[in-house]
């Protein structure tokens, strides 16, 4: 069964630092979404992207944050001065459509990011 | 105003026993996924029931949907140690600018088994 990928599974970073979580999504799908689960808490929405640009953005996607595509095949999200609460689960998943019927979004495992 | 909210949050039984969580949103839906996540890990995805489908099930998983209560249920029988995770459910934010969704978790449940 077809995949979304996310390296690294976790990663530490120092405060101030730059990170960027990357995303393989399933090829053919055309729709990239990014959610964020802080420890013990929802699963939130952060970005959707499509056609090379922002869908829609939670309030939690400040500008602190930014997605790219910069290939055919990753997807990143980059956080460019990472504070401490950043500390969370990072998800990335894909759709085939965007229809509200809601299914064919797949999630990947994740990206556990450590801000110290 | 919270969208899928589970109760319990928190539920411990014996293995074998049958554990039953519960989901109440607020805004019509679509449909509504129920999500299992092990301690730090991945979310996966368990079931999908759609908003004419009242019932449905998936091996030791029956789910039900009452969309005049605006609520789910998740019952997993005879369960097992295994089974000890977090589970949420998911329905679907429609923008309607934009024609893309966004999920909107509930706080979830966290089960655990005992042996």
């Known amino acids: 069964e077809p995949e979304v990928t996310q390296t690294p599974s976790h990663q530490v970073t120092q405060m101030g630092q730059e990170v960027i979580l990357r995303c393989v999504p399933i090829?053919?799908?055309?729709?990239f979404y990014w959610y964020r689960q802080i420890l013990g808490q929802k699963v939130e929405f952060l970005v959707s992207?499509?056609?090379?640009?922002?869908?829609?953005k939670s309030e939690i996607f400040d500008d602190q944050f930014s997605v790219e595509r910069p290939d055919g095949s990753n997807f990143t999200l980059k956080i460019r001065s990472t504070k401490l609460e950043d500390s969370a689960m990072y998800f990335c998943?894909?759709?085939?459509?965007?229809?509200?019927?809601?299914?064919?979004?797949?999630f990947g495992s994740g990206t556990r990011l450590t801000v110290v | 105003s919270q969208q899928g909210e589970e109760d319990p949050q928190a539920l411990s039984i014996q293995e074998g026993e049958n554990a039953t969580m519960n989901c109440s949103y607020k805004?019509?839906?679509?449909?509504l996924q129920w999500y299992r996540q092990n301690s730090g890990r991945g979310l996966v995805h368990l079931i999908l029931i759609r908003s004419n489908e009242r019932e449905k099930h998936s091996g030791r998983l029956r789910v039900t949907l009452d969309t005049s209560k605006k609520s789910s249920s998740l019952l997993i029988t005879a369960s097992r140690a295994a089974d000890t995770a977090s589970y949420f459910c998911?329905?679907?934010?429609?923008?309607?600018?934009?024609?893309?969704?966004?999920?909107?978790f509930g706080t979830g449940t966290r089960l655990k088994v005992l042996a």
């Open positions: 998911a329905t679907v934010h429609a923008y309607i600018t934009s024609g893309t969704y966004k999920y909107i």
């Open positions: 090829s053919n799908h055309l729709y």
């Open positions: 805004t019509s839906i679509n449909n």
């Open positions: 998943a894909s759709s085939e459509t965007k229809g509200v019927r809601g299914d064919g979004y797949t």
């Open positions: 992207f499509y056609n090379n640009e922002i869908s829609e």
